[in-house]
């Protein structure tokens, strides 16, 4: 009887040993599986995050749903799944943006006693919901632009001469005072279409100082212009060979309403003592079309963002005037058609002006009597840039057409698209 009984209790002992080891070993493969689930939520609010910044940037971040904390850090959370996990993220507006997420997803339950495993109970404490959390820090860069100068869906198009290439704003040794210089310049220029017909890129007179590079079986075409380095401009004609090729294969993402709320109508105004018919300032602005045609005018003293649904227009002596210290991105809907006095950007930095063609901006045109000195960002848009004016920025449409002896600088400098990429991801 007492063999029996002392073999049944170590027996039951061994039983409830083993039942606690195999517990502990499912509970740390839980916690395992917890831990590692909690990625992938993470990265979910980074990446709401990121479109956020992405169609929005830095300044306008309010929309869908983010709101502006005493922190001043911009929040959001979002449920992920049906488990009960959880992202909490943040952005600080700053340039370029910090976004920080923090993902919950639930936690297995703590071990019971020996005995509650026994008897098939569980501690009612165990019943409280209790989280694994994981956060990561994320800093973020500009694209860099994939043109390099132009790019478009198909074909670009030089007629009349004109000439492709770039310089650095930033450098001294390829600038003068942070403007173009053409004793200065680099062969940095690049003419790239996703276009695969014969002469996808013709270059005719003109000379390009970097290269064209094409979709697969595209073709570029020259007459007496070139493509090459700066020696092989000055005295040959053709594609210098390693100054081409034929694998564009680029996204163009579609341009999206900046806002849908928290906006202002500019009205009139002065600055430096001149009278303007619209004054815009920092902030959001909208209105429903603009014709600056002549005698009227336009000046942005702020960092701004002007929305337009339809059609933006100059003519004659109508001006735009970007005054020094402010910015203007300008959202259009329509046509967007410049001439006579055109835009005048006095910051004379390109990434201080942004033209952003909405899917329904199927025309872009600048004549100006101006030096153009931005970027142009239309995917379904026709372009055309003529004059002897030139610009300094970077353009990129469906197609696009020089023409007129227009000369294009690529600033290297600047950073295209809307958006900004992760420049650096740290657990913290």
């Keep these: 009887m007492i063999l029996t009984l002392l073999t049944a209790t170590i027996i039951g002992i061994a039983l409830a040993s083993y039942l606690v080891l195999v517990n502990n070993q499912n509970l740390s493969v839980a916690r395992s599986l917890a831990w590692n689930s909690a990625i992938p939520v993470v990265e979910s609010g980074v990446e709401e995050a990121l479109t956020q910044i992405y169609y929005y940037g830095y300044t306008n971040l309010h929309p869908n749903n983010w709101t502006l904390g005493s922190d001043g850090l911009y929040h959001k959370s979002r449920v992920v799944g049906t488990d009960g996990s959880y992202w909490d993220a943040t952005i600080r507006p700053v340039n370029p943006p910090v976004i920080e997420s923090t993902g919950y997803v639930l936690a297995p339950l703590s071990p019971v006693a020996p005995v509650g495993m026994i008897l098939g109970t569980v501690d009612s404490g165990q019943s409280t919901a209790r989280y694994v959390s994981r956060k990561v820090r994320v800093t973020t860069r500009k694209a860099r632009s994939v043109g390099a100068g132009l790019t478009a869906k198909g074909k670009i198009s030089f007629s009349g001469g004109g000439l492709l290439d770039s310089f650095s704003s930033s450098d001294p040794v390829f600038s003068t005072n942070g403007k173009y210089d053409a004793a200065k310049r680099k062969s940095g220029g690049k003419a790239l279409s996703n276009s695969s017909i014969p002469d996808a890129i013709h270059v005719d007179s003109a000379h390009i100082y970097g290269s064209a590079v094409t979709g697969p079986d595209g073709t570029v075409t020259t007459s007496s212009g070139s493509v090459g380095d700066a020696g092989w401009n000055s005295v040959q004609t053709g594609v210098q060979s390693g100054h081409s090729a034929d694998d564009a294969n680029v996204d163009f993402p579609d341009v999206l309403v900046p806002f849908t709320d928290g906006y202002s109508t500019p009205g009139s105004g002065s600055y430096g003592g001149t009278n303007f018919n619209w004054v815009v300032g920092e902030g959001n602005y909208t209105m429903n079309s603009i014709n600056v045609s002549g005698g009227k005018s336009l000046v942005v003293t702020g960092k701004a963002v002007l929305y337009v649904p339809g059609d933006f227009l100059t003519s004659s002596t109508g001006f735009i005037y970007v005054a020094p210290g402010a910015s203007l991105q300008l959202?259009?809907?329509?046509?967007?058609?410049?001439?006579?006095?055109?835009?005048?950007?006095?910051?004379?930095?390109?990434?201080?002006?942004?033209?952003?063609?909405?899917?329904?901006?199927?025309?872009?045109?600048?004549?100006?009597?101006?030096?153009?000195?931005?970027?142009?960002?239309?995917?379904?848009?026709?372009?055309?840039?003529?004059?002897?004016?030139?610009?300094?920025?970077?353009?990129?449409?469906?197609?696009?057409?020089?023409?007129?002896?227009?000369?294009?600088?690529?600033?290297?400098?600047?950073?295209?698209?809307?958006?900004?990429?992760?420049?650096s991801w740290n657990e913290i």
Excluded: M, Q
């Design 331 to 423: 959202y259009v809907g329509g046509k967007f058609v410049v001439s006579g006095s055109g835009i005048v950007n006095g910051t004379d930095r390109a990434d201080k002006l942004a033209v952003w063609g909405l899917n329904s901006c199927k025309t872009v045109s600048y004549s100006g009597n101006a030096e153009f000195i931005g970027t142009v960002y239309a995917p379904y848009a026709a372009f055309g840039f003529s004059g002897s004016a030139g610009a300094c920025g970077a353009f990129t449409a469906s197609t696009v057409s020089i023409s007129g002896g227009a000369s294009v600088h690529y600033d290297e400098v600047l950073t295209a698209g809307p958006g900004y990429i992760v420049a």
